[in-house]
Every structure is written in structure tokens, then in C-alpha cells.
């Protein structure tokens, strides 16, 4: 097998060795200045497919690899200098910064019109340097052709206070990363039968000579080609390179981009068939992690009455593409490529509000006149985070939230303007200002720039009132179908304790039939609003107690006299400590509602050596088109003997 080098660097070549043992070098006439590309990914990747596809024509039945490295600062990508004095202002430029080193990689096969590409980054601290010492190193000529004008093998510890990530990347080439790729170019393709999707990842389950290998993207009942990508000890991951027979559950997603974000991973996926794996993955979770070998079938199975336009809250996130503002979702995360958080545009979202295009289209317009730019959550650097969208399904109305970092200066009045204009069901705006590291929406500080503070959501006859941090079921539809299985599970004039309560809707929907009921939420807002929330519905029976639950449990001295104990954790599930508190208040019955079958399975194997029988399994389809379950299960306390 015949494999060239598409390279004029001495660099390349020396690490090349240590990828492959026999090679040819080929230069590549490649012009790089040809390329407009304004993403320094997609432009070293071009850069590097441009190279390996020029030395490819001529050689087509060789594998060919292009690489091209770039320097990354402040939205500006900087290559190579061309003269003494660019290199001076290139050093000068980057001294005392922390800059990005991205090096993009392609194969290629021209015969086989095969093409493989991918890119590694790395992170330079340069200390702040001296005009003699740019001079210094720039007498020496090393500077000619390397990015960012510095070679970090001859400059080292002189300008670089510190680096993150792969050093050969910072050469010139990342070899790991260069040996991963080859191995996948030259793999064999083997097919593989879909049998079982892996939860909650999405990635279809196969096995070739009994050796399991995980297949994006597959779905059960396929017969796909693969190429195996990656390699561990019990397992292997394979990249389809076609279908060879497409599973007749197989259907054509709605939306345009499915396969590129990470929403909605299911919707090549018949709707019936969702249902049936996930009824077979909760029944599996409760069998192996909770031991629990009497369950052999759900009571019930309630599908979502609505599998598009169904969400009442999404969290878009800023990106850009060829220079422009763009919203979306990042990317969906393939265990073969690196995850780099890059955000696909998107014009609208099917599973969330037809609302969201007309937004989407005046809200990026708005930003693109601005020079701020988004937020990249590995650089750190930019200005716009997320756009938080919640809609009312009931009374159709929305708020918009605006999560940017401290210290920008936008024309918000004119943005609002702009978006009441064309969207009349906007009755909430904010500005949220967010420091935080990583990529999630935190409410640090926030701002009412327009219209009430709160938008409400009607759940059967009760009115519940949400706010920018409230958590609210994001499927209006599914929670009420499940408050109503909550109340059908409950006798007339019960005492019913909510932990995990949040704003109440539970502890609300309950009290009507309840005798007394009290909630329990460590977040002092849930609480504030849980209260508000009962006066708004003329609830008197229900208290709300701002306390972590494993303290409450420690102070509350009537826990005896409640009938019913109903807890909503979050994934995490319960902690040791309050199953163990739970158990020993001795509480005839217990609801738990879950989005985490494998921590229900594990809290549920503690709590039934409390002696507690299960009596009834729901699964509510919350989410369509994604892997997340929704439960609840119904426990009560053996009373044999006493």
C-alpha cells in the first residue's frame, strides 16, 4: 500500500515516522490563499483536503495525507508569515495571549473517491515578550514557515508559559490522532445486524464473531457496512459507511437536521417501536441494577398525545458560521470524531414551537449588526451564550432569555421592538448575564426588560406560573396525564409529604384530593413560587419548607401520621442517607416519579429491603424522538404480620 505525505514541512516528515515506517514526500502546490473560509476548522480542514486531493490526482491509487496548521486569536486565523516584518507583528500580536493551534488532517484514495478528514487543537500561553527577544529568535530564520510565525521545539520554554493538549499538534502534526485516522482509512468494512439500541447514547447494537460493536446511527433491524473506527478491550465502535438493508422500522425524519444536532436522536425510529424500546430498556434497568426479578411487564405505557411541537421549553445556543451569528444546537456527539461543542444552525425546531423560525430569523439579524461575538466554550472567548425560549401550550404565550457574559452593551429595546412587531404571543423578556466556565445557562443575574415576570402554564384546572429558572415538566401534555395517574393512585383525605417538590405542581394537583400536604425543595425560589402558585389557585392544604430533604427528615417529628411520601429527584436519584431516613419513618405508601431508569432500578432495590411491595410501573413517553424515560412507580409497605 502506497502512502505519500503531502508536505514541504521537515517537521511532518520527522513525526510522520513515527506514524508509518515507509512513505514517499510529495509537495503539495496547493494555494492556500484560495481558501475564504472564516472557521479556522473548516479552514485548515480544507486547507489539508485541498493538499491531499492536489497530490491525489496524480497519484490515484496511493493514500495521500494533507495537513495544514494554523494559529487562532481573537476571530482572526494566522498562518505563515511572508516577511521578516509580518512575523515581527505576528509575535508581537500573540505575545502574552493564549492562543489557539489547530492543525486539520485529510486522507484520500482518489481511486476510491474515499476521503477522511479531522483536526486536532491544542492551547499556547505565550508569557509577554520583549522586542530584543522577538528580534533574537527572528535572526535565526526558524520563523519562515510555521503558523504564528514560532516553532515550539526551538522557542519553548523562552515564550511559552504553558500548554494544553497534544505538543506533536503544536509541531505540526498530531500523531495520536493521525495514527486513529489511518487505522479507520484502512480498515476492512464488515456487516454487522442491528439487534438492540445502547441507551441513552442512541447507537445501534451489533456484533460480529460475538464481539459487540456500537453503530451510530443504526437502528434495530438494519443490516448496515461499517468500518471499525475504534477499538477497546470488550467492545468496538464502527462507523457506517452505508444500509445495506434498512430496517422496516426505519422511517424519513420530519426534520432537516436530524443526524447533525444532538436533539432528536430518534426520529429515523417508527414512533411504536420508540415506545417498545424504551418499555424493554426500563423493564431490563429494573431486572439488572434493581435485582428486581419479579417485573415482567409495565401497567402501563402513556405515549406522548402530541410527537411534534410538544416542548415547552428549549435552550439554544449562539454559534457562527462563515462569519455569521447563528442559533442552534451543538453537535451531536460521535464517539469516533472530537467533540468540540460546534453549534448546527438551525432554522426551526419540530419538536419545540413553530414560533421558533420567525425568532430565530430576527434575533440572529439583530446580532449580526453588532460586534459581539458567541460564546465558544473551549477558547472561552465571545459574548452571546444561549437563547432560552419557554411557551405556555395553554395560553400560547413566551419568554425570551437572553444569556450573555457581563459587560456587554445591547440595544435591547430595539431587539424587542423588532421581535413584538412580528410576534404578538411574546409577554416575557430577560437578560440574563452569565460567567460561568462551563457551557450551561446559570441565572447569576438577570434582568426584566419586558412585559410580566412570569408566564403561566394551565395544567387541567390549575394555573402554575413560570418563571426563568423554574423547572416545569417540558412536556405540558404527558404531565398532566401523569398528576392525574398520581391522583388516581391516591385514597380521599390523605396526608401526602412532596420532596423534591420544586414550584408544586405536584403537591398542588394532589391537594385536591389530600387532606394536607406539604412540599419540600431546597431552592428558596421553587419555594417562594410553590407559594405564590397556591395562592393563585386559592390552595389552603398545602405547605412548602425551603430545606435540603436529607435535613428535613432529620427535623420533621409527625412523619408517622402521613399516608403518602411522593418524591421527584432529579438524575442523580436519592442519596444513602434519605432512603435510609425515608425507610425508618415506616410510610404506607410511596410514589417515586423518575427520568433516570437506572438510579430508579438501584434506589428501588433499597427500599424494598425496607419491606415494600411494588405494586404498579408506569412509563410516560415525556420526550419523543429522544432516549429519555419518564416513570413512576407505585410502592406500599408490607404489612404482613403486624
Known amino acids: 500500500m502506497k502512502i505519500i505525505l503531502a508536505t514541504k514541512s521537515e517537521r511532518r516528515k520527522e513525526l510522520f515516522k513515527r506514524v508509518c515506517k515507509n512513505f514517499e514526500i510529495v509537495e503539495s502546490n496547493f494555494n492556500e490563499k484560495q481558501v475564504m473560509e472564516k472557521d479556522p476548522v473548516k479552514f485548515v480542514v480544507e486547507c489539508a483536503t485541498g493538499k491531499a486531493k492536489e497530490v491525489g490526482e496524480k497519484y490515484p491509487d496511493a493514500i495521500v495525507i494533507g495537513a495544514d496548521t494554523v494559529v487562532f486569536l481573537n476571530g482572526e486565523i494566522i498562518g505563515k508569515p511572508s516577511t521578516y516584518e509580518e512575523a515581527k507583528s505576528i509575535l508581537k500580536k500573540i505575545s502574552g495571549t493564549k492562543h489557539l493551534v489547530i492543525t486539520g488532517i485529510a486522507i484520500y484514495k482518489k481511486s476510491e ?19 530584543e527577544e522577538i528580534e533574537e ?10 503558523a504564528g510565525a514560532y516553532g ?33 482509512f484502512t480498515s476492512e468494512t464488515i456487516s454487522v445486524d442491528i439487534y438492540d439500541i445502547a441507551f441513552p447514547n442512541n447507537w445501534g447494537v451489533g456484533k460480529y464473531n460475538n464481539f459487540v460493536i456500537f453503530v451510530p446511527n443504526g437502528i434495530i433491524g438494519d443490516r448496515v457496512k461499517v468500518k471499525i473506527s475504534k477499538n477497546l478491550k470488550n467492545y468496538s465502535f464502527g462507523e457506517m459507511i452505508e444500509i445495506e438493508k434498512p430496517s422496516e422500522f426505519r422511517v424519513k425524519p420530519e426534520c432537516e437536521f436530524f443526524n447533525m444536532c444532538g436533539g432528536c436522536v430518534l426520529q429515523n425510529l417508527l414512533y411504536e417501536k420508540q415506545i417498545e424500546i424504551k418499555k424493554n ?32 421549553k428549549m435552550e439554544f445556543a449562539f454559534g457562527s458560521e462563515d462569519g455569521k451569528t447563528v442559533l442552534g444546537l451543538r453537535e451531536r456527539n460521535i464517539p469516533y470524531k472530537k467533540y468540540r461543542k460546534t453549534v448546527v444552525p438551525l432554522k426551526k425546531c419540530i419538536i419545540f414551537s413553530q414560533k421558533v423560525e420567525k425568532i430565530f430569523q430576527i434575533v440572529t439579524e439583530f446580532f449580526n449588526f453588532t460586534n459581539l461575538s458567541p460564546y465558544d466554550p473551549f477558547t472561552k472567548e465571545g459574548h452571546l451564550r444561549h437563547l432560552v425560549i419557554k411557551e405556555s401550550k395553554s395560553k400560547n404565550e413566551i419568554m425570551l432569555i437572553f444569556v450573555t457574559k457581563s459587560g456587554v ?25 452569565n460567567n460561568q466556565i462551563s457551557d450551561v445557562v446559570c441565572y447569576e443575574e438577570k434582568h426584566l426588560l419586558y412585559g410580566e415576570p412570569y408566564i403561566e402554564e394551565i395544567i387541567d384546572k390549575f394555573k402554575f406560573r413560570i ?20 391522583l388516581d393512585n391516591l ?49 389552603k392544604n398545602c405547605k412548602f419548607y425551603p430545606e435540603k430533604v436529607e435535613k428535613f427528615l432529620n427535623k420533621i417529628k409527625d412523619f408517622y401520621e402521613f399516608n403518602y411520601l411522593i418524591f421527584d429527584p432529579p438524575r442523580g436519584g436519592l442519596s444513602k442517607k434519605c432512603i435510609k431516613k425515608i425507610l425508618k419513618f415506616d410510610i404506607p405508601n410511596i410514589i417515586y416519579i423518575s427520568c433516570n431508569p437506572a438510579t430508579l432500578a438501584r434506589d428501588l432495590k433499597e427500599i424494598k429491603e425496607g419491606e415494600y411491595n411494588l405494586k404498579k410501573i408506569y412509563l410516560f413517553d415525556m420526550f419523543p424522538h429522544t432516549t429519555h424515560i419518564e416513570s413512576m412507580v407505585i410502592l406500599e409497605k408490607n404489612r404482613v404480620g403486624i
Not at 505538543?167 to 479507520?184: A, H, T, W
Not at 416545569?472 to 392525574?484: D, G, H, M, R, T
Open 467 to 486: 418563571y426563568p429558572e423554574t423547572f416545569f415538566q417540558p412536556n405540558s401534555k404527558v404531565a398532566e396525564i401523569l398528576y392525574k395517574k398520581i
Open 409 to 433: 452593551e445591547i440595544n435591547f429595546g430595539k431587539l424587542i421592538d423588532l421581535l413584538k412587531k412580528e410576534i404578538k404571543e411574546i409577554k416575557s423578556v430577560y437578560w440574563v448575564e
Open 113 to 131: 473517491e474515499k476521503l477522511l478528514t479531522d483536526y486536532e487543537i491544542s492551547y499556547v500561553k505565550f508569557k509577554e515578550l520583549k522586542d
Open 281 to 312: 430498556y426500563l423493564i431490563q434497568s429494573l431486572k439488572k441494577i434493581g435485582n428486581l426479578s419479579e417485573i415482567l411487564d409495565i401497567n402501563e405505557v402513556i405515549p406522548s398525545p402530541q410527537i411534534y411541537f410538544y416542548r415547552n
Open 491 to 539: 385514597k380521599e383525605n390523605s396526608k401526602v409529604i412532596g420532596l423534591y417538590c420544586g414550584t408544586g405542581p405536584i403537591e398542588i394537583f394532589v391537594s385536591q384530593k389530600a387532606k394536607e400536604v406539604i412540599g419540600v425543595d431546597w431552592d428558596i425560589s421553587n419555594i417562594n413560587t410553590a407559594f405564590e402558585n397556591c395562592q393563585v389557585n386559592n390552595i
Open 152 to 184: 515550539i521545539q526551538n522557542v519553548n520554554d523562552k515564550f511559552v508559559e504553558k500548554i494544553e493538549g497534544d505538543f506533536d499538534n503544536i509541531v505540526g502534526l498530531p500523531v495520536k490522532k493521525l495514527k486513529e485516522l489511518l487505522e479507520r
Open 137 to 146: 529568535y527572528l535572526k535565526t530564520g526558524d520563523f519562515s514557515d510555521k
